[in-house]
């Protein structure tokens, strides 16, 4: 059975491609908006630590009860399988199955959002590329779980590729520590600051979230008890470390203040930078992190069912 679980490595990939999606390239403009000045990192810093502390409770159930489902079996386990908990994780699984398409629906969304810088689209043009997305998602994930693993490792190159495109295009444009040295001008530590930490952290953890992928995939990861913690650890540390260097890369090229009123900064930052081809070649790219997010949380939340129809619990 070992030959066909996931790695450390291959969980990783998985926790940090569903981490990455269209979010931090949609939401880098919005939280620079919310926070209307220069100390901007600070909510990308304040996600990161939030993170962090919500992954040492998900590492502890992952680790405990390494099983397909995720939530599913710590809510069973924690109220009592015969007792309160059968209740809990009947109740969990029909809220996913609510909650799931809504989140791959708007997922799905983001990309063809993004897809409109390259190919201006109608109405039903829009609804038929989203559609279309989650559909080619389900025929990829029907197959066995190591095929999967070689998928999301193909996959997560992509988005490492894209992310260090872009920090290196700051970096050589020769300002790319601009940002972070002034991000302390007119700072002012009062309650409209802490105010807008909040609702823009808001943003910034939504960005993060994924790193607990793994636990949905518990009973198909190798010495998960061991891995799950470290999979969730590595990805938040390595994604932040990312985010980061692309928020200073980004507004070391368009000032914060343009920068929050693009909707593809992105796309905006390469043309910049190389020109129109270079924007729909990254543009291309955010695609490719949008898509491979969109296949990791979909294979995190098929597993759901899976747990509950081994229990009976559904169909």
């Not at 990308?44 to 409770?57: C, K, N, P, R």
């Not at 039903?124 to 197959?143: D, E, F, N, P, T």
Request: proline fraction near 4%; charged fraction near 10%.
């Amino acid at each position: 059975m070992l030959e066909r679980r996931l790695g450390l490595t291959q969980a990783t990939a998985i926790n940090m491609i569903d981490m990455v999606g269209i979010g931090p390239f949609i939401t880098l403009p919005m939280i620079i908006t919310m926070m209307n000045g220069p100390y901007f990192l600070y909510a990308w810093l304040a996600g990161a630590l939030l993170s962090f502390i919500d992954a040492m409770v998900w590492s502890e159930l992952g680790a405990a009860f390494p099983k397909a489902g995720g939530s599913y079996n710590f809510l069973k386990e924690a109220y009592g399988p015969n007792k309160a908990g059968k209740l809990m994780s009947f109740l969990f699984v029909w809220q996913t199955m609510i909650q799931a398409p809504l989140v791959i629906a708007s997922a799905a969304i983001g990309f063809t959002s993004y897809f409109s810088y390259l190919i201006p689209l109608n109405t039903i043009a829009s609804k038929a590329v989203s559609g279309g997305v989650v559909i080619l998602i389900i025929l990829l994930l029907y197959r066995r779980i190591e095929t999967i693993g070689k998928i999301s490792m193909f996959l997560w190159f992509g988005v490492i590729f894209t992310i260090l495109w872009i920090v290196a295009g700051g970096i050589s444009h020769g300002n790319f520590l601009e940002p972070v040295y002034h991000m302390n001008d007119g700072l002012t530590v009062n309650y409209a600051f802490i105010s807008a930490m909040g609702f823009a952290s808001v943003k910034t953890v939504y960005s993060y979230l994924g790193y607990y992928n793994a636990c949905h995939l518990g009973s198909e990861i190798k010495n998960p008890v061991r891995n799950i913690p470290r999979s969730m650890f590595l990805s938040i540390a390595g994604i932040s470390v990312l985010y980061l260097a692309m928020n200073i890369s980004v507004t070391s090229v368009i000032p914060w203040k343009e920068a929050k009123d693009s909707e593809f900064v992105i796309s905006l930052f390469m043309e910049r930078l190389a020109g129109s081809t270079a924007a729909i070649v990254v543009t291309c790219l955010v695609l490719w992190v949008a898509f491979a997010s969109l296949f990791s949380a979909t294979l995190g939340y098929s597993r759901i069912p899976y747990a509950a129809a081994t229990d009976g619990s559904f169909f």
